[in-house]
């Protein structure tokens, strides 16, 4: 997937850099570079891009507005010179900072998790539409479709995803939570601290017991109350 950058940064030597660190990857592209907000913030009402280095001593109220709002929101990443980039006080919700001068060990690191962020937000809109989740299994990203899931387990820091339609379990390195918030509420309920199920696979709640369609798992206390009920309401 290949990645369209701009840059904002009043110092020419910066931009430079920037465009020949961006040159080095193959999956990105700068698009365009600027020394000031106002000018990157009119080209961006036409050209969409995934990812924008700003030096916040470029940024002001303005700029960081309009970016805000943008409906293709891309990943921003700040350039600064500041020691203490926590004690920055830009509201661009930036996905990471680069330190100045940059290295290139350091831009590296971050373009690598910036494009792992841009690739989980872009595969959770398109499964938004597809009713599916999209997860990493074996070095690739895996389509899982919601109706096939019977029930999700977490084993140490692995997901077990229990489909119908394979026997063998996919495996995805995540947290539970994180699965959960990708999942419909009103179909997958959490039913202990290891376990989520697919509301239209319960057969029946019983001694603490949820019975799907192919196994049976616990059912924790916090949980005993106030599952059969959401259940009621769910069907």
Excluded at 94 to 107: N, T, V
Excluded at 226 to 231: G, N
Aim: net charge neutral; with cysteine; hydrophobic share 40%.
């Amino acid at each position: 997937m290949l990645l369209k950058c701009i840059a904002i940064d009043k110092e020419p030597l910066a931009l430079q850099i920037l465009k020949e660190y961006v040159c080095r990857f193959a999956s990105l592209q700068m698009v365009q570079v600027f020394d000031n907000a106002i000018t990157g913030a009119k080209f961006l009402e036409g050209n969409p891009v995934d990812l924008i280095f700003i030096d916040v001593n470029v940024t002001d109220t303005s700029s960081i507005n309009f970016i805000k709002s943008l409906q293709h929101k891309p990943v921003v990443i700040f350039t600064t010179a500041h020691q203490n980039p926590d004690l920055i006080g830009f509201d661009l919700e930036a996905f990471d900072y680069l330190l100045k001068p940059i290295e290139f060990k350091q831009f590296g690191k971050v373009i690598e998790e910036a494009r792992a962020y841009h690739e989980y937000k872009t595969s959770l809109n398109k499964a938004n539409e597809e009713q599916c989740v999209y997860v990493y299994s074996e070095y690739r990203m895996i389509k899982i479709n919601l109706p096939d899931i019977e029930y999700i387990e977490t084993q140490h820091d692995y997901i077990k995803f229990h489909l119908l339609s394979h026997p063998k379990p996919t495996l995805t390195f995540t947290s539970l939570k994180t699965v959960l918030e990708q999942l419909p509420e009103t179909h997958f309920k959490r039913i202990h601290h290891n376990y989520i199920v697919a509301v239209n696979h319960i057969r029946c709640i019983q001694n603490r017991k949820v019975r799907l369609t192919n196994t049976e798992l616990p059912l924790s206390d916090i949980y005993s109350i106030i599952l059969p009920e959401w259940r009621k309401n769910s069907l």
